[in-house]
Structure formats: C-alpha cells, structure tokens
C-alpha cells in the first residue's frame, strides 16, 4: 500500500515538474521571441540614425547636386529644370486671373480677383474628382472636360464670354514636362495613372489654347508650371522674402529662385530679374549618407519604379506607411506575439499607396495610455487582432523612428536648398562666441502638402532638425510659411506677373 501511494506521489511530482518545466521552457522561449522582435526595433533605430552630424553631410551633398546639375544637363541625379518662371508676384498685380490645376486624383478650376493689395484677394473655386475614363481615353476628352469646367466657373462668375479683353490663365499641369518657354512644354511621360498616348510628346499649352478656342473661350494660356512653382508664387505673393518652395505630400518636390548666371548648363540666359525659379525635382535625390535599411531596399525593388526617387521614397506620404508595415511583418516572422504572419500584412502597398500613411501617424499620435486607437487600427486595418499593449507600444515606436528619420531628412534638404544660395547663414560673421546675426536676412520658405500639414509629430521633428542642423542664431531667420492651395492659385498669380500686357522678359541668346 506505502510503495502504490510512494508511487503516486512520486508520479505527481514528475507530473509537476513536468508541467513546471513545459511552463518555465515557454516563458523562456516567449522571451526569447519578444527579445528578437525587440531587436528588430534595435536594428532599425540603429540604421535609421541621423545624428546632426550625418544630416550636415546630407545638406552638404544636396548643395553639391544642386551645383551638378545646374552645371550640365543630367550632370546630377537631380534635375534642376528651368520653369522660364523669370518673375514671381509681388502683391502689385491688378485684374481677373485664372487658374487650373491638373495633379493626380482632382481638378480645380479657379477665379482670383487681384486688387493690387498684397494679401487680399477674392477667390472662386470649384473642384470635381477627373473621371477615371478620361484618365487613359484621347487627349481631346480630357481637355474638353478641362475647358468645360472652366467656361462654367467663367458663367458663373460676372465676367462675359463674350467680353472682348482676353482672360489669362496658368496651368499648374504636374507630370514631367520639358519647358519649352513659361507658356509652353512638351510631356515627356503620364504618372499617377493617366495614360493618354496620343499626348505624349505634344505641347500642353498649345493642345488646351485649341480646346478653348474651339469653345470659343477666349482665354490665353499665360504660364505653364508645376506646383512647386505655384507654391513659391503664391508665398511670394504674401511674403517678399520667399526664396523657395517644398512639397511633402503623396510625393516630394522643390523649387527655388536661382541666379541665371549660376544656371551653367544653359548659356546666354537672361531675364530682366536676372533670376529664375528652378524645379529640382529633389524626389530623385541620393546620397550615400542617407541612412538607409533593408526595408527601403525591399521596397524601392518591389515599387513600379526601381533605383528612382530615392530621397522620396524615405520621406513622402506615398512611401512611408509602407515602410511601417514592412518592420511590423518583420517583426511578426520573428515572434507570434504579433499572432500569425497576416496575410493583410505580407502584401505591397496593401492598403493603396498612399492610405498607410494617415493611419501610421494617427497610430503614432494616439497619446491614450492604452493605445486604443493604434488597437482598433491594427484591428480594423490591419486586420490584426489583440495584440498586446507592449506590443502595441512597439509598432508606436516603428512609426517614430520612420516618421523622424524622413522629417530629419526632409529638413536637411530645406539646409541644401539654403547653403546653395548662401542662406544657411555659413557667411555670416562671427562675433565672440555667438554669430552675428546682422548679415543674416530673414528667409521664407513655402510649404505645402499633407504630411506637413496634417502630420503633427513629422512637422515637429523637421522643424527640430532644422533647428539643430543651423543653430538657434541663424534658425530664427528662417521661417516655413503653409501656403494654401498654392498649386492653383500660384498658378493665376503667375498668369498675372507674366502677363501679355506686360513684355515677356526671358531671351535665350
Ligand atoms: P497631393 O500630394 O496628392 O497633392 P496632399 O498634399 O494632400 O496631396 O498629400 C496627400 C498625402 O499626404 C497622402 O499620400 C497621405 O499619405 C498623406 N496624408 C494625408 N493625410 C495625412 C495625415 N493626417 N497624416 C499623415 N499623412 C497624411
Ligand atoms: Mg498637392
């Protein structure tokens, strides 16, 4: 009876240990899994540094590309077009302006009535989604329903089709061009979906002054641009001391006023201003002291568009959710913390190229102690379910550290564009131990797109980085300035500062 009941016990406490050991070799292993989900954040803060240091090479070499390109055509990964822009609106302006405004998703059409008092003008503007049929259909159904909605906004408006005065319009048209004069350019390719063959390689002023003629508006195409350059126009409108103009939006872009003497690779320029606003096209922008990780290598090889745009690629609204949901299905291959490897996860750009974004930096922001909006995000979005609140704090962390690095980046470009025309205050004369500020002249930049505007954390972090990379002194001097809906309206501003009326003053010798 003693050696059955020894037995049990015996048995029981086998029982135990064995359960003991099953419970403890979990643990171990969970922690084990979570340490390397952990090291997958380590890693990626690690390779996403950007310390003040590695940012000032980073401005450095943006001001060399700047000096490339100006000096040779595609003597420099940066484009560095000229726009013909040769002046810019100074409040002055007086007159009915209008403006349209083809970008990616809508189309604006848009009335402003310039007093010539800087900073007061009346506006009209009327917005419609472009039909996706006329996104890939013939050219003459596009810009019938271009002119169309303009001569509606012209009838709605007191101005007379009939009226004998020719109306001027710009055109912000936002896919590659190569400008031919500031009222002409030849699209070189679609983006963002369109595809009207029979456009490619046409003059895009020329095929909308037709249309217009043919509705018998009679209107004259003043200026053709991108919205960068609208941007500028319309912060230089309200602000004489604008000198550039930066996009953070689906994409990046930016453009600056620039010496014609320094626009090397185009000899015999002149303007009567002397200057010209240049396009950079810094979206396509590289250098190698860009910190760069295995999720942006992934992800540039898996875009439509491989070993391009790369400096976009790091900072724009396009690209950055993407690059949060590749570390979070790292992280999910690394540990079932993150549950099973979802499927909702494992597909590029899974939810549109551009809708990540928004959820990554309400994610980032959600400041409730239990994270319930990143929860019901990662739940409804993501389609991953209870996921634990420090895992939950994890994916909050990814989204910083990606958030800041493009921010930081985006920022050191800004210093690029500044060093390049000597606005980073690196000539100003010291004075003891401080800078004298005396030689500094304060300078506007115009920003504009969703990122920056909408994205609490990423404008904070970029105006830090601005902060750290120029030094108090000379930070104070420069101002980012939001421009509304500059990419329309700078349009009409345009119109107006290159009027027919006035002389056009661009010659190419
Ligand atoms: P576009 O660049 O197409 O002219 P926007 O300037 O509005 O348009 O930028 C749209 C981009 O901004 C989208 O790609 C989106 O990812 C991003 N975005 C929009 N809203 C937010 C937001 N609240 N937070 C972060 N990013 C946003
Ligand atoms: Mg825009």
Known sequence: ?????????????????????????????????????????????????????????????????????????????LKMLLTFVDNLPSGSEKGTFYGLDLGGTNFRVLRVELGGQRSSFDRDVAQQAIPPRLMTGRSEDLFDFIASSLQHLVEKGNDSEQSPIIKELGFTFSFPVKQTSVSSGILIKWTKGFAITDMVGKEVAGVLQQTLARKGLNMQVAVLVNNTVGTLALGHYHDADTVAAVIIGTGTNACYWERTDAIIKCQGLLTTSGGMVVNMEWGNFWSSHMPRTSYDIELDAESPNPNDQGFEKMISGMYLGDIVRRVILRMSQESDVF?????????????????????MAAMHEDDSPELTKVARILKDDLKIPDLPLKARKLVVKVCDVVARRAARLAAAGIVGILKKIGRDGSGCIRVGRTRSDTKMRRTVVAIEGSLYTQYTMFR??????????LGEDIAQHVILKVTEDGSGTGAALLAASHSSKSVDNVQLL
Do not use: N
């Open 1 to 77: 009876m003693a050696k059955v009941v020894l037995g049990v016990a015996v048995g029981v406490a086998v029982a135990a240990c064995a359960v003991a050991a099953l419970v403890v070799g979990r643990r171990v292993r969970t922690r084990r899994k979570w340490k390397r989900v952990v090291g997958v954040l380590k890693e990626l803060e690690e390779s996403c540094e950007t310390t003040v240091g590695r940012l000032r090479q980073v401005v450095d070499a943006m001001a060399v590309e700047m000096h490339a390109g100006l000096a040779s055509e595609g003597g420099s990964k």
């Open 339 to 359: 549950g099973p490897v979802f499927s909702s996860l494992s597909v590029p750009f899974a939810l549109g190229y551009a809708s990540m974004t928004p959820l």
């Open 460 to 469: 904070e972090y970029l105006h830090e980085a601005l902060h750290e990379i």
